[in-house]
């Protein structure tokens, strides 16, 4: 497990505010420096695109937004133009992707897909559904609203010691039916959590089908609400809400260690909600937050040009 920079070690299970995982995952400010050059020489990795493989999904369909029609049916997405036009932006982006028809029950796009990555805030959605799964009170309800859609890691913190740290981990991803996602080693980072892209699509359609309406409806309207700015003023409008020039529910993540930085923006995207989309990356450290963001959103754009609205 990679050494976190001096004074970004979280505490394990004694200090909550800095029980944060992934320095710099969505609630404590980046270490790198905006705009600051890779430093390692440019090596585009290499990239496995797989076709499409089936993911479990239910039947049942969520209520769709207001003003919404079915679209037509997709097509396969070509993953090596997602993967190209991320490394145009970044050369040594790794990039790990999935997109999913909910409609047809089909999986349009697979990069990477079950490759482990940090989670960095991801995570905060297993918090919720362990949450909600267990029981929320009003007020936690209101917390998992605000953590959602602000990203907030103060309130991450908390709902982590209380719910056991790494145990609610292993809890959500027996409830969910999770294969790559395990608890980081340490207790208190819980922006080490590991996930796949596969993992995430089963997270995304675990709150639409399994949820019960009441908790569906607060998950879906808090990344629904996703501010451009989270909690700790990082602009989490990357990926996704600018690459895409549809309707969204996102949740993003965005964390550093001593050797790489990871930015992911996933979520529900179309009419009905009708796609699940996951854009995960890993980048070497020093790559700089807005190179890294400008790689996520170039692939981002690249799956637009593609996508069935």
Not at 35 to 61: D, H, Y
Not at 147 to 176: E, F, K, Q, Y
Request: proline share 8%; hydrophobic share 40%; aromatic share 6%.
């Amino acid at each position: 497990m990679p050494k976190l920079p001096a004074g970004r070690v979280a505490l394990v299970g004694v200090c909550v505010a800095t029980i944060i995982g992934l320095a710099g995952a969505c609630g404590v400010r980046p270490t790198a420096a905006v705009g600051e050059p890779v430093i390692v020489p440019p090596v585009t990795p290499p990239v496995i695109v797989s076709s499409p493989a089936p993911v479990p999904t239910q039947s049942t369909t969520a209520p769709p937004p207001p003003g919404t029609t079915q679209p037509a049916g997709s097509q396969p997405i070509d993953g090596k133009r997602l993967v190209a036009a991320a490394h145009n932006a970044e050369a040594n982006t790794t990039l790990g992707a999935v997109v999913f028809d909910r409609v047809a029950g089909t999986e349009l796009l697979s990069v990477e897909a079950d490759r482990q990555f940090h989670s960095a805030s991801l995570v905060k959605l297993l918090i919720a559904i362990d949450a909600l799964h267990q029981g929320a009170s009003t007020a936690q309800r209101k917390n998992i609203t605000r953590m959602l859609s602000m990203s907030d890691d103060t309130i991450a913190s908390a709902m982590w010691v209380d719910a056991g740290g790494p145990r609610l981990v292993t809890r959500a991803a027996r409830l969910i039916g999770l294969r790559g996602t395990e608890p980081p080693e340490v207790y208190g980072r819980w922006g080490e959590t590991t996930l796949t892209a596969h993992d995430m699509v089963l997270v995304y359609q675990y709150v639409m089908n399994g949820l019960p309406p009441d908790d569906h409806i607060l998950v879906v309207d808090a990344l629904a609400k996703a501010t451009e700015y989270g909690a700790d003023d990082f602009r989490q409008y990357f990926g996704i809400p600018d690459g895409l020039s549809a309707q969204w529910a996102i949740k993003q993540g965005w964390g550093n260690n001593d050797h790489t930085m990871v930015l992911h923006s996933t979520g529900l995207v179309g009419p009905q909600w009708r796609y699940i989309v996951v854009l995960l990356t890993e980048h070497p450290l020093g790559s700089g937050w807005k190179t890294c963001a400008r790689s996520v959103t170039a692939a981002a754009e690249a799956l637009n040009q593609q996508l069935s609205s």
